[in-house]
């Protein structure tokens, strides 16, 4: 067993029992590499990487292979998801030298972690103009031997070259109103009228550029921005990169269509998709988009919760399949014949039609007659009752494969993104227990990953706080997750630490000029300070503190937050119009900016039902990006006591507010102007564009089978 033993990331014990002398990052490999005079191999990956387990199994598990290894460098083992930092820093030299980029990610490095030789995926025979790993590592021995001077050149130059790169951020204030008009513009260019989304393939769930479309369409009344989130939501939960048993989503389709998925789930996929389809049907009151997200949510709940209540990175794209060998995907399809096994001939054919599977298969990496469930029908009625029996028979049946490994680390900023995902379905759809489990994961967040200067851990496993320290995305997506919270449930010491969080964005990874950094100023050194405003599969760091940096704000009254959310949203006025797909999360905090956002007090006694039916009202305006406040009048005989629902901490919002002649009363205010304070349900509906029906629940029975078409 190598030097993995014994750490925390789930993706590193997996090569803890590899031939091949690995070592965590740390300052000791390089110091062993400098003893040893040898170049570092330094290997990037994450547990739910196919291609990673592909590599590991070829070449890292062979014993020549490690045999090389082991003579000529010092390997180096890393895990993306809790080293973001290393991982940004290097993929941006493989990008600039290659042109592209992924994981694995194979990058050869001085002793002075100077980078000097990049790659991905390294087969273990040359195949299509690729050379084999076995190939690579003996170039690159060569050269180190042979020419070490030219590799040192190349390296300080790589490193140089990094080192001058310099952030076009815009001026550092709030874009106008035409830059989300020509990124709309755009996006509109780059949709896909046929099957939703944008571009070709794969095809990825675009959340943050659909977030922007509805907070867009809620500004300005754009009917093509909600086409274009109706019609992907619709195509993707059709499809088959949406789990039609079980619920959530999977990272990637691999066509454009989106019926063949890559399999892995992401935690942060299923958070950003689940919220995506709650606001949604929070603008056109679409019971198939409540439907699923409360399925993604309780996905999440059930298979992603771990025993201290946060929840778990990922399910991989691999498990066993019928022949005893790990296959990708082989939890998730189904062949005819197994359809029948388990339904018998006449349900087996309802099934076969209802989901898609056909004889030839809709999956053909999975072999013959292997489909991937999906729901293609156009029109056509099924029978509810015996749609509902057949799912739930085939969830149970399928229960009993063996499951998907299951990435246990708990990251913070994907919690976070759980945490207010979870808050906001549950409000909506009347599920306190999912309000429930974002508390409990808060919970685990406070105590195990925040220390006593408020400082985020980025990892933790089995309720142990891992090593590195929490970079910007978590700081921001956490407090994102703690700010929603306190707008559901009243209770203000969740915004509290929000503020504890943000103060250290202020502080600590702000630049003079209003830019954002992806790591602390006191953070260890690498060969670059990452920096990066672009979304890729969850909200940059920079996107998301500003978003929270503006809810904040709102909530509080801080000029200094509100004065830095602005800053950071100069990006958008660099970015947005020109790489709209790429910076969505920031389009959609704009749109809150420029709308107000709107700020929203309900103020009444706690036992009073109809305090309970405006503070729904308030959860469910479409205004982009508004803050809610709800609690008891503050009794200013009782100091901190009251006035929160229960926190003990009042919320800023309510403070010198009362109810009206003893009534449950809204207080909504925007751009420091407030309208008269309104205990008229309709008119607080008006104010906020409230679509939905406030009094009901769940508003139908959202779990049900779904089953006409739309």
């Not at 009251?642 to 909504?668: I, K, M, N």
């Not at 679509?691 to 029975?701: A, E, H, I, L, S």
């Amino acid at each position: 067993m190598n030097r993995l033993a014994g750490v925390t990331s789930p993706y590193l014990l997996q090569h803890a029992d590899n031939p091949v002398d690995w070592w965590p990052w740390g300052p000791e490999a390089f110091e062993e590499a400098r003893r040893r005079d040898v170049p570092v191999l330094l290997s990037v990956g994450y547990s739910a990487c196919h291609w990673c387990h592909v590599m590991a199994h070829e070449s890292f598990e062979d014993e020549a292979t490690a045999a090389v290894l082991n003579e000529h460098f010092v390997s180096v083992k890393v895990d993306r998801e809790e080293r973001p930092d290393v991982d940004a820093v290097y993929m941006e030299a493989v990008q600039a030298a290659t042109g592209q980029g992924g994981w694995p990610m194979t990058v050869f490095l001085t002793p002075d972690a100077e980078p000097f030789y990049f790659g991905t995926y390294f087969p273990p025979e040359p195949r299509h103009g690729t050379p084999s790993f076995r190939q690579v590592l003996a170039g690159v021995e060569q050269a180190w031997r042979e020419r070490r001077g030219e590799v040192g050149e190349v390296a300080a130059r790589i490193t140089r070259d990094l080192g001058e790169r310099r952030l076009g951020h815009g001026a550092g204030v709030l874009p106008g109103e035409e830059v989300p008009a020509r990124a709309l513009l755009e996006l509109t260019r780059e949709y896909d009228a046929r099957h939703g989304g944008f571009g070709g393939a794969p095809k990825f769930p675009p959340s943050m550029v659909l977030e922007f479309l509805l907070r867009h369409h809620a500004r300005t009344g754009s009917e093509g921005a909600l086409q274009m989130v109706v019609d992907t939501c619709e195509r993707m939960a059709r499809g088959g990169i949406y789990d039609q048993l079980g619920g959530g989503f999977a990272r990637y389709a691999v066509d454009r269509e989106w019926v063949v998925p890559h399999f892995e789930k992401m935690l942060y996929d299923n958070a950003l998709m689940c919220r995506v389809y709650a606001h949604l049907w929070r603008v056109n009151g679409s019971q198939s988009a409540l439907r699923v997200a409360v399925e993604t949510a309780e996905f999440m709940v059930r298979e992603l919760r771990t025993e201290q209540g946060a929840f778990a990175s990922a399910l991989d794209a691999d498990s066993i399949g019928p022949d005893g060998r790990s296959h990708e995907g082989a939890y998730y399809v189904w062949t005819r014949e197994q359809l029948r096994e388990v339904l018998g001939e006449r349900d087996a054919e309802l099934a076969a039609a209802h989901y898609g599977v056909s004889e030839e298969g809709t999956f053909p990496e999975g072999g013959a007659g292997v489909s991937v469930l999906q729901l293609p029908q156009e029109e056509g009625v099924f029978d509810a009752e015996r749609v509902a029996s057949v799912r739930e028979r085939l969830f149970a049946a399928r229960a009993g494969r063996p499951a998907p490994e299951r990435d246990d680390k708990v990251v913070a900023a994907w919690n976070g993104l759980a945490i207010a995902a979870l808050a906001e379905v549950g409000a909506y759809a009347d599920r306190p227990d999912l309000v429930e489990a974002a508390v409990c994961a808060a919970d685990l967040l406070v105590r195990v990953h925040l220390d006593g200067a408020a400082r985020l851990s980025r990892t933790s496993r089995d309720g142990h706080a891992g090593a590195n320290a929490g970079v910007l995305e978590d700081y921001g997506d956490v407090a994102e997750g703690f700010l929603t919270l306190a707008s559901v449930t009243g209770e203000g010491v969740w915004l509290d630490f929000a503020g504890l969080l943000l103060d250290h964005v202020l502080v600590r990874f702000t630049d003079g000029d209003g830019s954002l950094y992806d790591t602390a100023s006191d953070a260890e050194r690498l060969i670059r300070r990452p920096q990066d405003p672009t979304d890729n599969a969850a909200p940059s760091g920079w996107t998301a503190a500003a978003g929270a940096l503006l809810s904040y704000a709102a909530q509080t009254g801080s000029a200094p937050h509100r004065e830095a959310a602005e800053r950071a949203l100069g990006v958008v006025a660099a970015l947005g119009a020109r790489v709209p797909r790429f910076i969505g999360w920031g389009l959609a905090v704009t749109e809150a900016a420029l709308d107000g956002p709107r700020e929203v007090a309900v103020v009444g006694a706690d036992d009073d039902p109809v305090r309970r039916t405006f503070h729904r009202a308030a959860l469910l305006g479409t205004a982009p990006g508004a803050v809610v406040a709800v609690g008891a009048p503050a009794r200013r005989d009782a100091g901190a006591e009251g006035g929160d629902g229960g926190s003990g901490v009042e919320l800023p919002l309510l403070a010198d507010r009362s109810p009206q002649g003893g009534r449950t009363t809204a207080y909504v205010c925007r751009n420091f102007t407030c309208d008269a304070p309104t205990t008229d349900l309709e008119r607080l509906r008006t104010a906020l564009g409230v679509r939905v029906d406030v009094d009901g629940g769940r508003g139908g029975d959202v779990n049900g089978a779904d089953i006409k078409p739309t």
